[in-house]
T-cell receptor, first 114, second 112 residues
Framework: DGGITQSPKYLFRKEGQNVTLSCEQNLNHDAMYWYRQDPGQGLRLIYYSQIVNDFQKGDIAEGYSVSREKKESFPLTVTSAQKNPTAFYLC?????????????FGPGTRLTVL | EDKVVQSPLSLVVHEGDTVTLNCSYEVTNFRSLLWYKQEKKAPTFLFMLTSSGIEKKSGRLSSILDKKELFSILNITATQTGDSAIYLCASSTQGGSEKLVFGKGTKLTVNP
């Protein structure tokens, strides 16, 4: 089945720890995105990547880091510098050409800091 | 700064009612407006609108864009409890980047 997978589904972290959230897609999409969702806040863009080995900061990149070594994979690291990391994290992917740039989302990872 | 505003933020209706969700936008180099439905987890794509005045329809859901007044509406007729969800509106821009700017969403609750 083609789609986007995220793991883990739930993640608990102690304060001061870095954690990495996985996002994989087999849709052959060039672009991938990470969003954070808080209650009543909608989706806010953390980082995005339009091509392998390149990525750009979104609106709330502080305290996060990413890599894009493979087209299929775009992991997000939540570092200890992120002051309020408890949230629902969504990964998305899209094409970048023509009109086929609709973003499709993975099932999300819920991160809780203990 | 690009901005998308949805209203109302929350709405409670009874099964069978018709609802209209609103989305206004202020976006530089606007390209398209997208609607998503989010139940428990991943938002699922509903519509993408690029042209003014052309209604897109899927079953009981329909949506239209007004590029002059900078807004879109999403209509749901004969609502069912399965329509209960958060409906997200997002805008995309032209020119290299594929970023979306999302509104805060409208939480729709349909009671039996």
């Amino acid at each position: 089945d083609g789609g986007i997978t995220q793991s883990p589904k739930y993640l608990f972290r102690k304060e001061g720890q870095n954690v990495t959230l996985s996002c994989e897609q087999n849709l052959n999409h060039d672009a991938m995105y990470w969003y954070r969702q808080d209650p009543g806040q909608g989706l806010r863009l953390i980082y995005y990547s339009q091509i392998v080995n390149d990525f750009q900061k979104g609106d709330i990149a502080e305290g996060y880091s990413v890599s894009r070594e493979k087209k299929e994979s775009f992991p997000l690291t939540v570092t200890s510098a992120q002051k309020n990391p408890t949230a629902f994290y969504l990964c998305a992917s899209s094409q970048t050409s023509g009109s086929r740039y609709t973003q499709y989302f993975g099932p999300g990872t819920r991160l809780t800091v203990l | 700064e690009d901005k998308v505003v949805q209203s109302p933020l929350s709405l409670v209706v009874h099964e069978g009612d018709t609802v209209t969700l609103n989305c206004s936008y202020e976006v530089t180099n606007f390209r398209s407006l997208l609607w998503y439905k989010q139940e428990k987890k991943a938002p699922t794509f509903l519509f993408m609108l690029t042209s003014s005045g052309i209604e897109k329809k899927s079953g009981r859901l329909s949506s239209i864009l007004d590029k002059k007044e900078l807004f879109s509406i999403l209509n749901i007729t004969a609502t069912q409890t399965g329509d209960s969800a958060i409906y997200l509106c997002a805008s995309s821009t032209q020119g290299g980047s594929e970023k979306l700017v999302f509104g805060k969403g409208t939480k729709l609750t349909v009671n039996p």
